[in-house]
C-alpha cells in the first residue's frame, strides 16, 4: 500500500467537485465491509470562500476552505454535532469488528442520499454534499464574499495576501499538522484549486508551504475551472486570464505534477464550446452537472496511487510523467466509455484503433491526441473476464484478441496508438457509480451499467447506477498549444486598463517574470516541428 494523502480544496468550484468526489469514494450502504479495501485511507482538507473542510472518519481525512456565504446552510456548530455522530457510530463500528475501509466512512443514515430535483435550486457545494466532516474541516474567510457585485476574492494578488497574514498561516499549518499526525504514512497532498479567481493565489502560497515544509512527499495539483461565464465583460475577461497564468505558473513551480482539468473549452480571451460527451446531456452552465463529470475523472485518474493493491505511489506517478522539466500534464477522458453491452475489451477497442474516443479537458483548442511523451491511462469497468473475443473460431480477430489479460489488451493498444511514448496503464474492474444523488445526465442508449444498447428501451427505464470510464494524463505537446496560447493572449493584453488588479498585491515586474516563466514553460512540450513552425510565425510578423 502506498499510503495516505491529504486533500486540500480551495475554492467554491472545488468544493463542487470534491463533494462529488467523496461521494463516488463511499461504500455502498448494501456492499460488505471489505468491498471497497481496494482503496488507501487518505487524510484530506478543503479550502473555499467561506470556510475550510476536513473529512474524517477511520478512513479518510478531508479539508476546505471557502468564502462568507458557499457553505449554504451548514455551519462550523452543525459540523460539529456531525462529527459527534459520526465518531460515535465510527466507535460503534470499530468495537464490532466490522471497520470499513471505504475512502468516505460516512454514516450509514446518509448513504441514501435523494438526488436533487430537475429544476432544483443547488445554490452552492455543499446543499448536494451527503457525508460526515470533521469540525477542522471548516474554515471561514470572513474577509470575502461567495458572490456578489463587489467583496469577492477576484485577483490573483489577494488570495497570496490572504496566506501572508500570520494568523491564516498559523491557522492553516495546525490544520495540516493535526490531519498529517493522523497517517501512518504520508505520501503526499491532493490539492484541488480553483484557477480562474483569487483562489489561485491562495493555492500558490499553499502549495509553497507544502514544499518546503513537506520536503519528499508528492504533491498533485488540480487547476479546476468551471465552464466560462460573463466573457462580455472585459474585466471579469482580464482578471481570469491573469488568474489563469500566474496560478499555472506558481502552482507547477512548487507541485511534483499540476493538471489544469476543465469542461470549457478554452482558458484563454477567445471563447469556445464546452467539452460535449456523445452519452452525456449535461448542462455546462450548472456546477452541479460540470463537477459530477469531472469528479468522476479524478476518481479514475487518482485510482494508481489509492489503491490498497497498489504498488506505485503518488511520487512515482508525478515521475513517471514529469521528467525534463514538464509538470504540467492534460487529461483525457472518456465518460462514458463507449463499449457494447456484453462486448469484450478487445472488441471494444477494436472500433477505436484510428483514434482514441476521448476527450481533452484541460481546455485546450487542439483537441486530437495525436502523440505524448508520456502518459498514465486507467481503464475502469471491464472484469478479468473481458478479455477474451466475444466471436467463436480459431482464427485470431485481431492482435488484440491473443493477448492474454485486459491490463495487456490495453497495453497493446497503447502501444500501437502512441508508439514510442512511455504508458503505464491499469485496468480495474470495479466502474464508476453514479446512483443519485449523481446527476442523471446520460443517453437512454445505455444500460443501467454503462454500456451501449443497440437500441432504446421501449419505457424509460431505470436509473444508470455505473459507467466504465476510460481516462489519462498526458505529458503531451498539445500543452505546448495551451501554454503558449496563454502567453500570446497576455502579450496583447493593455495592463493599464485593470490597474486594480496590479493594486490587489501583483507587482507588474513580479507579472512579467511569470509570463517569461509560461513562455519556458511552454517550450518544454515543443516538437521540432512546432519548433520550426513558431519561427515561421515570427517571421511573418
Known amino acids: 500500500m502506498p499510503g495516505s494523502a491529504v486533500t486540500l480544496q480551495l475554492g467554491p468550484y472545488a468544493g463542487w467537485v470534491g463533494a462529488h468526489w467523496w461521494r463516488l469514494q463511499r461504500r455502498p450502504s448494501s456492499a460488505p465491509p471489505r468491498c471497497s479495501a481496494t482503496r488507501t485511507r487518505r487524510a484530506s482538507w478543503r479550502w473555499s470562500s467561506k470556510a475550510l473542510r476536513v473529512r474524517c472518519g477511520t478512513a479518510a481525512r478531508s479539508r476546505r476552505r471557502r468564502l462568507r456565504g458557499s457553505a449554504g446552510s451548514r455551519t462550523e456548530e452543525e459540523e460539529k454535532r456531525r462529527g459527534a455522530a459520526a465518531r460515535g457510530e465510527e466507535a460503534a463500528a470499530e468495537g464490532a469488528g466490522g471497520g470499513s475501509a471505504s475512502a ?4 450509514p443514515a446518509l448513504a441514501q442520499a435523494a438526488a436533487p430535483q430537475e429544476g432544483s435550486r443547488v445554490q452552492v457545494w455543499s446543499d ?6 470533521h469540525p477542522k474541516s471548516l474554515y471561514v474567510i470572513s474577509q470575502y464574499m461567495h458572490d456578489g457585485a463587489c467583496g469577492c476574492l477576484e485577483a490573483f494578488g489577494q488570495g497570496e495576501s490572504l496566506l501572508q497574514h500570520p494568523g491564516c498561516v498559523e491557522e492553516l499549518e495546525d490544520r495540516l499538522h493535526f490531519y498529517v499526525e493522523e497517517c501512518d504514512y504520508l505520501q503526499g497532498f491532493q490539492v ?41 465583460d472585459y474585466q471579469k475577461s482580464f482578471y481570469r486570464l491573469m488568474n489563469t497564468a500566474l496560478g499555472i505558473v506558481h502552482l507547477s513551480r512548487h507541485s511534483s505534477l499540476f493538471c489544469p482539468l476543465s469542461l470549457s473549452g478554452s482558458l484563454g480571451l477567445r471563447p469556445q464550446p464546452p467539452v460535449a460527451f456523445p452519452y452525456i446531456s449535461y448542462d455546462a452552465s450548472l456546477h452541479y452537472h460540470s463537477s459530477a463529470i469531472l469528479a468522476a475523472v479524478l476518481d479514475t485518474l487518482t485510482a494508481p496511487y489509492r489503491l490498497w493493491s497498489s504498488q506505485a505511489s503518488m511520487m512515482h506517478l508525478a515521475e513517471t510523467l514529469n521528467f ?6 492534460a487529461a483525457w477522458a472518456s465518460v462514458p466509455f463507449p463499449a457494447l453491452q456484453g462486448s469484450s475489451l478487445p472488441d471494444a477497442l477494436c472500433a477505436y484503433q484510428q483514434d482514441v474516443p476521448w ?12 502523440c505524448c511523451f508520456a502518459q498514465s491511462v486507467v481503464l475502469r469497468g471491464f472484469g478479468k473476464e473481458s478479455h477474451g473475443s466475444s466471436c467463436a473460431g480459431n482464427q485470431p480477430l485481431s492482435p488484440l484478441h491473443t493477448c492474454e489479460g485486459t491490463e495487456q489488451v490495453l497495453q497493446h493498444y497503447l502501444h500501437t496508438a502512441f508508439p514510442g511514448a512511455f504508458s503505464t496503464s491499469q485496468v480495474l474492474e470495479q466502474p464508476c457509480p453514479t446512483q443519485p444523488p449523481y446527476p442523471q445526465i446520460f443517453s437512454p442508449l445505455l444500460s443501467r451499467e ?5 437500441k432504446p428501451p421501449p419505457s424509460s427505464s431505470a436509473a444508470v447506477g455505473s459507467i466504465p470510464v476510460l481516462a489519462a494524463l498526458q505529458s503531451s505537446p498539445v500543452l505546448h498549444t495551451l501554454l503558449s496560447s496563454l502567453y500570446k493572449d497576455l502579450q496583447k493584453v493593455n495592463t493599464r486598463r485593470c490597474l486594480s488588479f496590479f493594486s490587489a498585491g501583483v507587482e507588474e515586474d ?32
Not at 104 to 107: K, L, T
Not at 450 to 454: E, K, Q
Open 128 to 133: 448536494q454534499l451527503h457525508v460526515q466532516l
Open 192 to 232: 484541488l484549486c480553483d484557477l480562474h479567481s483569487g483562489f489561485s493565489g491562495v493555492g500558490a502560497k499553499v502549495t509553497e508551504l507544502l514544499y518546503d515544509e513537506y520536503s519528499g512527499k508528492g504533491i498533485l495539483t488540480w487547476g479546476l475551472t468551471p465552464a466560462l461565464r460573463d466573457l462580455a
Open 359 to 370: 476527450k481533452l479537458l484541460s481546455s485546450c483548442r487542439d483537441r486530437k491526441s495525436s
Open 324 to 329: 525534463s522539466g514538464r509538470k504540467v500534464v
Open 104 to 107: 468516505e466512512g460516512a454514516a
Open 450 to 454: 454503462g454500456f451501449l444498447l443497440d
Open 510 to 541: 513580479d507579472f512579467h517574470e511569470a509570463l517569461q516563466e509560461l513562455r519556458t514553460l511552454s517550450e518544454c512540450y515543443e516538437t521540432g516541428l512546432e519548433a520550426g513552425d513558431s519561427e515561421d510565425e515570427g517571421d511573418s510578423d
